[in-house]
């Protein structure tokens, strides 16, 4: 139902632990690394587009897995990556060059960025984006190296792919200034909670008319 989006150091996973303890709702971590590792592949290598477009369809398929299984077991979740995040890692790897020379490798790109629209419309109802902004390491134990140049290119990514309107979510998103861990547990608070708020007089709009 919840789901943080943002580029990997961004403190999704603190900040979504952090959210399902204070409620006691189940929280979802997602790993792409998890898949590269299950393909037999370095998650800190770099690939042609046409491997890359094969690894994240593996991982979209792996995350919409899970969010089925949590689907099941609760309708109040949160996990710490989305589909938005897999369109934003693909679209970061884009070259003009590469896809003019290949119109069918751009139409599957195309493709799965679609995808991953309605996989996300699909199983969330919030997005948040949890933008740049706290210390991160540049090395991380099996985690891609940390760059704030490319952590700030899928942020920008990230924030244009939350206001397409293919993505039918309510979505939001932290302000950078943001960081203290409680400020943005409050945040998310105050999300959900006008979300739930703005559902309920929906609700009573309907029953009354």
Known sequence: ?????????????????AFAQAHGVPFMATSASDV???????????????????????????FELQ???AEKLSRFWIADRTPIDLASYLLADVQRS????????????????????DVASRHFSI???V??????PLLREGKAPSCPAYMEHLNALQLGLLCDDRNMTRRFSI???????????????NVVA?????????????VTH
Request: hydrophobic fraction near 40%; aromatic fraction near 4%; include cysteine.
């Open 1 to 17: 139902m919840i789901g943080l989006t943002g580029a990997n150091g961004t403190g999704k996973s603190t900040l979504a632990k």
């Open 194 to 206: 006008s979300v739930v708020k703005a559902d309920e007089v929906l609700q009573k709009s309907r």
């Open 175 to 189: 302000p950078r200034r943001v960081t203290a861990l409680e400020d943005r547990l409050s945040a998310v608070n």
């Open 67 to 69: 969010y089925a299984a």
């Open 36 to 62: 590269f590792r299950c393909m037999g592949l370095d998650p800190k290598a770099e690939y042609p587009m046409e491997m890359r477009l094969v690894i994240q369809e593996m991982i979209l398929g792996a």
């Open 98 to 117: 590469g896809l003019l020379e290949n119109p069918k490798q751009a139409e599957m790109v195309n493709n799965y960025v679609r995808r991953c629209f």
């Open 127 to 129: 997005i948040i984006l």
């Open 131 to 136: 933008q740049p902004g706290i210390e991160v």
